[in-house]
């Protein structure tokens, strides 16, 4: 149990286009979803926490403007990456809050590539 | 917290030794932390975790001592075996229930030789 997916695995796109993500709780509900997004050799930086049915909480130094949030249902939550630039790319990954005890789980990933 | 721009350390092992990883975490509020494994071009893998009201926690091969007192916390690793290789990263949550944001640690790249 406890599996999160992602969807798509790999994207590239021109500068300019805009960029859906989507991250998928398989095998049980998540009131609470988070989005990372994690450079080549680095660590995993949290941007945003998504809640269903409310308003996204953003990070310090992320721009709400540009990676728009949607937790439109207890199994779904959507990064859209706005007007994407070479800068943004990245390695973004979701994980889902499983059950009160906080533990959280990871999707596979997505890599976005903005040429 | 967030590390930004830093080159992760490494940790080479023998194939049958044992691994011990360490990670320092800053705020003494931290109540709950998260061992997680990532292979490369992979989304990071519950290990095992630990609550602070713990000092030791033992999984499947693995055990995570916390020091609170340090605020260190290690991961170690039994009979390591190649598949272990992966940089591993602790997570810890500093922020009350209602906000459950864990911020991940540097994480340390373990080698494992056959």
């Known amino acids: 149990g406890a599996v999160v997916s992602q969807h798509p695995s790999w994207v590239i796109c021109k500068s300019g286009t805009s960029v859906k993500i989507e991250c998928r709780s398989l095998?049980?509900?998540?009131?609470?979803m988070f989005w990372y997004r994690q450079f080549p050799k680095q660590s995993l930086m949290l941007m945003a926490t998504s809640n269903e049915g409310s308003k996204a909480t953003y990070e310090q130094g992320v721009e709400k403007d540009k990676f728009l949030i949607n937790h439109a249902s207890l199994t779904l939550s959507t990064l859209t990456v706005t007007s994407a630039h070479p800068e943004d790319s990245s390695f973004y990954i979701c994980s889902a809050e499983r059950d009160l005890v906080g533990t959280q789980y990871f999707g596979p990933g997505t890599r976005l590539t903005v040429l | 917290g967030e590390s930004v721009g830093l080159h992760l350390p490494t940790l080479s092992v023998q194939e049958g030794d044992n691994s011990i990883i360490n990670c320092a975490y800053s705020?003494?509020?931290?109540?709950?932390f998260i061992w997680y494994k990532q292979e490369s071009g992979k989304g990071p893998q519950f290990i095992i975790d630990i609550r602070s009201n713990m000092d030791k926690r033992q999984g499947q091969r693995v055990t995570v001592l916390l020091n609170k007192t340090v605020k260190h916390l290690s991961l170690q690793i039994a009979a390591t075996q190649p598949g272990d290789s992966a940089v591993y990263f602790c997570a810890e949550n500093i922020t009350p229930r209602t906000g459950n944001q864990f911020y991940f640690g540097t994480g340390t790249s373990l080698t494992v030789i056959p």
């Open positions: 095998d049980f509900q998540a009131t609470t």
């Open positions: 705020n003494s509020a931290s109540d709950y």
